[in-house]
């Protein structure tokens, strides 16, 4: 199973992007909120995390290898939750995650079936379903800062959940929590323990 491909991005367009890897060229389906991403890094040499999936009919035995890929393990992460709820597949999910993770996260830890439904694809129905199996886990990919942690960091987003449950169980709103959790990830320092979070973010304070 290929999980990452690196190569010169020669091409993007609304569903694809296309890398030069040695003498082959590979095109790797990307969602919305991916491509965006990788627009100012046309000509560029980039590394996306990817997924391997087979599209097609296999009764039929027309079967195509596929690559889909991301600009981090959170965000192929969070793909795969999606997919696997119930009436999601692959190509509803690609068409369907338009906006940021932590948007789209926020909203199904948050029950917010109105936002899902107007994502492509998703309706009421299908928006309710991913709010009852996802909404409990939606806590780090709710806490991802706007800028990207390092691909060594990746690990933090555990803390940076955890730390939010813990001050959702110390009596803060959900807002009021994920604020502060941001606020100290936005400083880049890294966090050992959930108790040198906490230390963090009441310290900040006084």
Not at 170 to 184: E, N, W
Request: aromatic share 6%; glycine share 6%.
């Amino acid at each position: 199973m290929i999980t990452r491909i690196t190569g010169k991005l020669m091409s993007l367009n609304e569903t694809e992007a296309t890398l030069a890897v040695g003498a082959f060229e590979y095109a790797v389906l990307v969602p919305d909120f991916v491509r965006r991403q990788l627009q100012p890094l046309v000509g560029q040499q980039v590394s996306l995390k990817t997924i391997e999936y087979l599209e097609g009919n296999p009764q039929k035995g027309r079967l195509t290898p596929r690559l889909i890929g991301f600009m981090s393990d959170a965000e192929r992460e969070f793909f795969d939750l999606i997919c696997s709820v119930d009436g999601v597949g692959v190509k509803t999910a690609l068409r369907a995650i338009v906006r940021p993770v932590r948007e789209v996260a926020r909203a199904i830890e948050e029950q917010d079936v109105d936002q899902l439904s107007a994502l492509p694809g998703i309706g009421p129905a299908t928006a309710e379903r991913i709010v009852a199996k996802l909404r409990r886990k939606m806590a780090k990919f709710a806490l991802m800062v706007a800028t990207e942690l390092p691909p060594d960091r990746a690990v933090d987003y555990d803390v940076l959940a955890e730390g939010y449950q813990a001050l959702v169980s110390l009596g803060h709103s959900p807002a009021d929590a994920r604020h502060k959790i941001d606020a100290v990830a936005q400083t880049g320092k890294r966090f050992k323990s959930v108790e040198d979070l906490l230390m963090e973010v009441y310290r900040r304070e006084n």
